[in-house]
T-cell receptor, first 112, second 116 residues
Framework: KQEVTQIPAALSVPEGENLVLNCSFT??????LQWFRQDPGKGLTSLLL?????REQTSGRLNASLDKSSGRSTLYIAASQPGDSATYLC???????????FGQGTRLTINP | EAGVTQSPTHLIKTRGQQATLRCSPI?????VYWYQQALGLGLQFLLW???????NRGNFPPRFSGRQFPNYSSELNVNALELEDSALYLC???????????????FGSGTQLSVL
């Protein structure tokens, strides 16, 4: 079964810290992996998309890496700010499946 | 450029009623996805429409149905509502350029459906 897991479910850190969110997936045959941000009661905002042929993508203070062989991706957030507080979701498009499979998300709180 | 728009923002229904949720994709996008986000359950794939056709369906009963119109907008219909249908329903659109592409999904803000 093609599944996506995110650990931890929740994370609370002081402002200014660098942090890493983890995502693992059960099948290395993927088309791409996408990281999203979701604010409470809102839709999803796409942060980064990593194609299967890529190792990482960067946008501002965010860096996402992909290791297909081990079935892992990380989202690195540098110099965290209170405005980064949200739920971060990892989603994988597996080969043979015309849909994104989502992890349960990591609820991130940045304390001022 | 307008993003994905969904209506209504909130919808309150009672058990047994029918609900209709609407989605307008980003201009130029031909593919629309529907996801259900129930409390504590994460996002579950419901339906995928492309070029007016249903292309894939998640593990949901037949009372969840939908359609895509010639202008690529989409409707999700839920019949015989049950209490557990209460959830945030999210629509996403993308431009599919071929099977196995790396298209990016863009999500709307969702419709919060409450079944009483």
């Amino acid at each position: 079964k093609q599944e996506v897991t995110q650990i931890p479910a929740a994370l609370s850190v002081p402002e200014g810290e660098n942090l890493v969110l983890n995502c693992s997936f059960t099948d290395s045959a993927i088309y791409n992996l996408q990281w999203f941000r979701q604010d409470p009661g809102k839709g999803l905002t796409s942060l980064l998309l990593i194609q299967s042929s890529q190792r990482e993508q960067t946008s501002g203070r965010l860096n996402a890496s992909l290791d297909k062989s081990s079935g892992r991706s990380t989202l690195y957030i540098a110099a965290s700010q209170p405005g980064d507080s949200a739920t971060y979701l990892c989603a994988v498009k597996f080969q043979g499946a015309q849909k994104l499979v989502f992890g349960q998300g990591t609820r991130l709180t940045i304390n001022p | 450029e307008a993003g994905v728009t969904q209506s209504p923002t909130h919808l309150i229904k009672t058990r047994g009623q029918q609900a209709t949720l609407r989605c307008s994709p980003i201009s130029g996008h031909t593919s629309v996805y529907w996801y259900q986000q129930a409390l504590g359950l994460g996002l579950q794939f419901l339906l995928w429409y492309d070029e007016g056709e249903e292309r894939n369906r998640g593990n949901f009963p037949p009372r969840f149905s939908g359609r895509q119109f010639p202008n690529y907008s989409s409707e999700l219909n839920v019949n015989a509502l049950e209490l557990e249908d209460s959830a945030l329903y999210l629509c996403a659109s993308s431009l599919v350029e071929g099977v196995g592409t790396n298209e990016k999904l863009f999500f709307g803000s969702g419709t919060q459906l409450s079944v009483l």
